[in-house]
């Protein structure tokens, strides 16, 4: 019989190991703190627009033009609302049609290509977006909202396509062997079994698209016209919330500062309510 | 049973496959169509800052508003920013992904609001963060218009991609290697440097990539933190213009200045690509191989 001489394992753990998973957690509760404090310093600076003119101001006002004490926020929330829906309109045929076309129909070499390209798309920057459409759209559809749908739509369809494509990919094999083996075609295959499987992903894909669309801010700053106002037609210029920060908060004071961090408010807590209905939705399994 | 007679059986199976051939034209339409309209816009954006691109242009300093030079400083006040959004980020986020992925399990409580609150910060839109920088980074600590003040916010953005990203690094790491350390008796600290952190390294620099390449291509979350100053940058604590900023200030504010857009613009992508390039052959070459292992 061999006596190593072994430190007795129940003792407590090094000090060093101590120390680690206290600097751990403390880096941890940093970097969740992050949330909190963007919170807490957009509602100290929205408070004195909240007391100073009040929620219903920024409906109620005849305009807005915040230098002369008027704070009509509606015909901005209008416009950003208008922008993202038209935008996420064109998005959902062309996006899951990309991904239909990656995963049924494209030759696997081609569907990979194209799915590159998707994410190399993915991942050029807004303002160079925006810059492209200032260039080539704006000189033929003007400042205008159709041109920020357009580039919009342009924008999230990578988005849409590859979350799409990746809920897509989760389906088992079972559902499409048999119903190839029920003889189906291939659009009845997918109409029939693959897309209703898919839905929870699908909407997943069509609301974070829709969250990226409505807090996106230098594509639509320079391609929609700026002018506060009500649209009557696609082809008049308009504002949308995101752009009305990024313009006026160069040269904002007091109460007119604290109603643009009230507009910032109300954008993260849109995008933060589509976030957790698709995060909600996809809790469970994407398909089924 | 009436039987559907074979003239009604050919029609069904016509009808369908005029429906099989009009879905197969629409899918093969919308793929075309997009792949159409990006290699425009990719061309344009090739053709447009190519011809203004030498490399004086990146070694010189801009002239006239921008129109005529460079964009040195530019250049240096955009890897200014992103040095410090990524030397912040990297130590909060390895060590966040490290305890989620090693000591929080999916039963915490702390862990699994951790996790949550993460997923709401990456849904933060970025002029949100760029409110958020200017009030908190640049006023109440006092930092004003600074590369400082941008590379933070940039990091607070950055912070969820790479944490995500970095976690799942330390969870493909095998079980076996923890196991193994610890019946060596190796204390959990030399564990972590000594064999997580190496093997989770493919991991780790995707999510660096990933990282650089979010900050590179941020605008509005600079515009009030980093500023507009088109200056070399002498110290962290100066206004630094990064290169989205210029490219919006060379479109939107001084006319004439769309071919030095084109260029800046041109660089910028060509920056991204290589990034782009580096992460999918880190995933392809490293990742895959770690996933299969565990």
Known sequence: MFMTSLRPTTSSPPRADVFLVFALRALAVVASGIVLLILVFLLLESAPALEGIGLTRFFSDASWHPLSD??????????????????????????????????????????????????LLAGIP??????????????????SLLAGIVILSLMILPTVALIADASLAQIPLEYSHGSAALGLGRWSMIRGVLLPSARRGL??????????????????????????????????PVRTLTANIALEMSYAGDLHRSALFVSGLLLMGLVVLLVAIAEGLSRGKIYA | MPEPSSIQKSAIRKRGQVGERLATLCVWAVALLVSLVFFWILIDLFLGGVRHLSLSFLFEAPRDAGR???????????????AVCML?????????????????????????????????????????????????FCLQLGLGFSILAGGLTLACMVLPIFIRTAEEGFRAVPQAYRLGAASLGISRTSTLFRILIPSALPALSAGFVLGVGRALAETAALIFTSGYVSRMPESLLDSGRAMSVHIYDLAMNVPGGNDNAFATALVLLLLLLLIN??????????????????
Request: contains cysteine; hydrophobic residues 55%; charged residues 10%.
């Open chain 2, 68 to 82: 005529a030079g460079g964009i040195a400083p530019i250049l240096v006040a955009s890897l200014e920013i992103v």
């Open chain 1, 203 to 236: 909407v997943t894909a069509i609301l974070l698209g829709l969250a990226r669309a409505i807090g996106e801010t230098m594509a639509v700053l320079m391609v929609c016209g700026n002018v506060v106002q009500f649209p009557k037609s696609l082809t008049d």
């Open chain 1, 70 to 119: 008027r704070f009509n926020m509606m015909p901005m929330v209008f416009a950003s609302l208008a922008i993202t829906f038209g935008a996420i309109l064109a998005a959902i045929p062309l996006g899951i049609g990309s991904a239909l076309f990656c995963r049924y129909y494209a030759p696997p070499k081609l569907a990979s290509l194209y799915r590159a390209l998707l994410q």
């Open chain 2, 88 to 136: 912040v980020a990297l130590p909060i986020g390895i060590g966040t992904a490290v305890w989620l992925a090693e000591y929080a399990g999916d039963r915490n409580r702390l862990g699994r609001l951790v996790r949550r609150s993460l997923d709401v910060l990456a849904s933060v839109p970025s002029i949100v963060f760029g409110l958020f920088g200017s009030a908190f």
């Open chain 2, 277 to 294: 390039a580096s992460f999918a052959w880190i995933s392809q070459h490293h990742l895959s191989h770690g996933a299969s292992q565990s």
């Open chain 1, 126 to 143: 807004s303002v160079v977006y925006g810059f492209w459409a200032l260039v080539v759209l704006v000189p033929v559809l003007f400042p």
